[in-house]
């Protein structure tokens, strides 16, 4: 009884900084997805050198996810936990990557057609509306691992699991779709 209420109250102590990083990424990449450096006379490059690098870190994410996912099931939850921590890292990579790729260069529209279109906006819509609601699954199901209350962990990343999953790889399908359409 003790040690569930010790790890309810390391918990606890994460909420609040939970609510606020979920809340604050959110709103900080939207304001900052609508400013260009370039367009408000600032000297900068584009960086268009990253949108293949950070499609290819969100492949890096759902590989890593997956082999946490084996590591666990094969009972080692020390490599489990540092592949969790490896993939959060390469979310984050992304998430900075991304933000200054479209703080320096234009967007680039979707020059698809036909049944392509609804196809790539349908993937590009759900992969953006997930991403957003991930991030207080990843960041409470991080802290019931580390806290050790590992039954509900385990409930919670059951859910975890494949939204994040679905984000990663969708995040590498969008960006094959689009590829062929950016201007290098």
């Known amino acids: 009884m003790q040690n ?22 959110p709103l900080a990449v939207a ?26 870190i969100n492949g890096f994410t759902a590989i890593t996810l997956f082999l946490a996912v084996m590591a666990i099931k094969r009972g080692n939850r020390k490599l489990h936990e540092v592949l969790v921590k490896l993939a959060i890292c ?4 992304f998430l900075v990557m991304y933000v200054a790729y479209h703080m320096t260069s234009d967007s680039t529209p979707f020059g698809g057609e036909g049944i392509i279109r609804p196809i790539y906006f349908f993937i590009l819509i759900t992969h953006i509306a997930l991403s957003v609601i ?12 580390i806290s050790g209350s590992y039954e509900r962990h385990k409930k919670l990343a059951r859910i975890t699991y494949p939204l994040w999953m679905y ?18």
Do not use: C, H
């Not at 304001?31 to 290819?56: C, Q």
């Not at 969708?170 to 950016?182: C, E």
């Open 90 to 93: 390469f979310s984050v990579s």
């Open 31 to 56: 304001a900052l997805f609508g400013v260009n450096l370039r367009k408000l006379g600032f000297d900068v490059e584009p960086l268009s050198f990253l949108p293949p690098i950070y499609a290819t």
């Open 167 to 184: 984000v990663a790889v969708t995040g590498v399908i969008v960006y094959i779709m689009i590829s062929p359409y950016y201007k290098y």
């Open 134 to 145: 991930i991030i207080p699954f990843v960041l409470y199901t991080y802290v019931r691992g």
């Open 4 to 25: 569930t209420i010790e790890q309810k109250t390391v918990e606890q102590k994460y909420n609040k900084w939970i609510i606020a990083v979920s809340v604050i990424i």
